[in-house]
């Protein structure tokens, strides 16, 4: 009786009405404080309707030299008190984004349980600039973002799993976790080691922290590799030493950046010399400067460097057929290289990707063109979309983490098919290019990839 009467004067002397209204859910807020976030709440405005939430993406730092702009793209938020709930996210001055372009043709990523993510109906405006996100949760807190993240605490947890990798014998260890290097955020630049093989093979990946889904890929690499049962990735630990820093800017992911470090800098332009300044520095880019270090002492056979591509629904390798040392040997290897991934994943394609480099006209301030000319190696960028990827879509989820995850696991057999070619003796004698086959067109200096329009403009 003395909780009741407590109720009643509670409502009495609140006005609410009905009688328990006191327990309807509180107002919806939005909120990106914590790691990778990053909104900007303009308004939020209820009505019987729903929410219409306008927001905006806050922007990296000025990154000054060989970008000059401020970057912005990635967008990481939760809203809250939603069940129910109507909502219209609503983004504005997509103007101001890197890549104003690449909205179209783009749904969001949500998830109620930050485990599994789906695509949400998402339309972009070209005349307002507004790219408008709509959902009705059935769950009282989503978290939305330009991609399902992955967190400096999953970081965490991979090269803690790696670390403690063991073969069947319960004590020969089967990985090994260092840092080479710290951020200008003080964060380790964690490289994780897998085999003791005579080949040097490299794989760094997020240079660019919102392109998140490159630390995906590497993780599920990564968990084939330390796999005790897996039969190549046996065979592979004994051919091979593959070094992998799954994450190479730990700043820019936990700041909720798209493309930069702490200060600026846009790391895959700071591998060399760009002639305004000089990279990478300890002052500027310690990440690059930590790692590169440690690729000249080890050497290198072959290179990958992870990204996303914000435009192209495609899965594909950026080349370095534009560096000085480009020869009919690389040619050759780009060719085996890309043949042995298209067998092992359907994803993957090589009609869709970047123009290549004029002879000689490649820019070597950027990695894979860097490492290539430095080493005289195969050295590709392998780009993932943020969309779809078109030629094997998957509308519910468009490109996500667990394919991502896949796919990195595919990537142990491109790199055992390619690794007895790496410093054989050219030509190989395999019928291949240096052997009475031409390059295809794609695998010259100065190729123009031809449009994907029809691709990018599909709705997922």
């Known amino acids: ?126 005349t307002a600039m507004t790219l408008t996100m709509t959902l009705t949760p059935t769950q009282a807190n989503v978290w939305v973002a330009y991609f399902a993240p992955y967190s400096y605490e999953q970081h965490q947890a991979l090269v803690a799993r790696c670390a403690h990798a063991v073969d069947f014998d319960g004590v020969t260890p089967l990985a090994k976790v260092e840092s080479v290097g710290q951020s200008l955020d003080g964060r380790e630049i964690d490289l994780v080691t897998v085999g003791s093989g005579p080949a040097s093979v490299w794989l760094i990946a997020r240079q660019h922290p919102g392109e998140s889904m490159a630390e995906w890929c590497m993780d599920g690499l990564l968990t084939r590799l330390i796999d005790p049962a897996d039969a190549k990735a046996r065979k592979l630990r004994s051919l091979a030493t593959v070094r992998i820093v799954p994450n190479m800017n730990p700043d820019g992911s936990i700041r909720g950046h798209l493309r930069t470090n702490a200060c600026g800098a846009n790391l895959n332009r700071e591998w060399g010399n760009t002639g305004d300044y000089e990279a990478p520095t300890a002052e500027r880019s310690p990440e690059v400067l930590s790692v590169l270090t440690r690729i000249r002492e080890t050497g290198c056979d072959l290179f990958v460097d992870v990204h996303g591509d914000e435009e192209l629904p495609h899965i594909f390798f950026a080349g370095t057929q534009g560096v000085p040392c480009w020869s009919m040997r690389l040619a050759e290897l780009w060719r085996l290289f890309t043949e042995a991934q298209l067998e092992a994943s359907p994803d993957f394609q090589i009609g869709h990707g970047y123009d290549n480099d004029e002879a000689g006209g490649a820019n070597l301030a950027i990695c894979a063109d860097s490492i290539a000319q430095q080493f005289d190696c195969l050295s590709v960028t392998l780009e993932m979309p943020f969309k779809d990827c078109f030629c094997n879509p998957v509308p519910e989820v468009g490109w996500c983490p667990t394919r991502a995850q896949s796919f990195g696991a595919t990537m142990l057999d491109s790199i055992s098919a390619v690794l007895p070619f790496l410093r054989k003796e050219f030509p190989f004698g395999n019928g291949g290019i240096g052997c009475g086959l031409e390059p295809a067109p794609c695998n010259t200096p100065g190729y123009l990839n031809p449009p994907s329009t029809e691709c990018w403009d599909t709705d997922p």
């Not at 303009?42 to 729903?50: I, K, P, Q, Y």
């Not at 504005?92 to 599994?116: I, M, V």
């Open 1 to 126: 009786h003395s909780l009741t009467h407590s109720l009643i004067l509670y409502v009495q002397s609140t006005r609410l009405s009905p009688l328990f209204s006191m327990f309807k859910m509180p107002p919806p807020t939005v909120t990106s404080a914590f790691d990778s976030g990053n909104i900007n709440v303009v308004s939020l405005e209820t009505s019987d309707a729903g929410l219409i939430a306008s927001l905006t993406i806050n922007k990296d730092p000025y990154t000054d030299g060989t970008d000059k702009k401020q970057h912005a793209q990635w967008f990481h938020f939760k809203v809250s008190n939603v069940k129910d709930v109507a909502c219209n996210l609503v983004i504005t001055k997509l103007d101001e984004t890197s890549y104003s372009s690449a909205w179209k043709g783009y749904w969001a990523t949500a998830s109620y349980d930050r485990t599994n993510w789906f695509r949400i109906p998402t339309k972009v405006d070209e």
